[in-house]
């Protein structure tokens, strides 16, 4: 069983950028495919990008070339870079393990934290 606890989040200005942060226990992300996926408001909860095992990196098409997953191994932490961010990317941020090289949670997640991009 995997905790995941996030960090990071904020309201910023559109064109800003912004990280956040998800360090695990339990699991090593290093291992494992991991992920971030977002909820606005009065919206369902969709993928944003994902990890594997093997570092490849995989991302939603509203977000391709703005966001960059990562991980750092030594802190059992994985990251969500965001760049020029958008109104739309407004959301509740949650990061999760996932099945290798899919969208798909295995249902762990972060706590959620809150990203607001004002326009």
């Known amino acids: 069983q995997v905790h995941l606890v996030q960090s990071g989040g904020g309201l910023v200005q559109a064109g800003d950028s912004l990280t956040v942060s998800c360090a695990a226990s339990?699991?090593?992300?290093?291992?494992?495919?991991m992920g971030w996926f977002r909820q606005p408001p009065r919206q369902d909860r969709k993928f944003v990008a994902g990890i594997t095992s093997s570092s490849t990196t995989y991302y939603s098409d509203p977000v391709k070339g703005r966001f960059t997953i990562s991980r750092d191994n030594a802190k059992n932490t994985i990251y969500l870079q965001m760049n020029d961010l958008k109104p739309e990317d407004t959301a509740i941020y949650y990061c999760?393990?996932?099945?290798?090289?899919?969208?798909?949670?295995?249902?762990?997640w972060g706590q959620g934290t809150q990203v607001t991009v004002a326009s």
């Open positions: 339990g699991s090593n992300v290093s291992s494992v495919g």
């Open positions: 999760t393990k996932i099945v290798y090289g899919t969208r798909t949670s295995y249902g762990q």
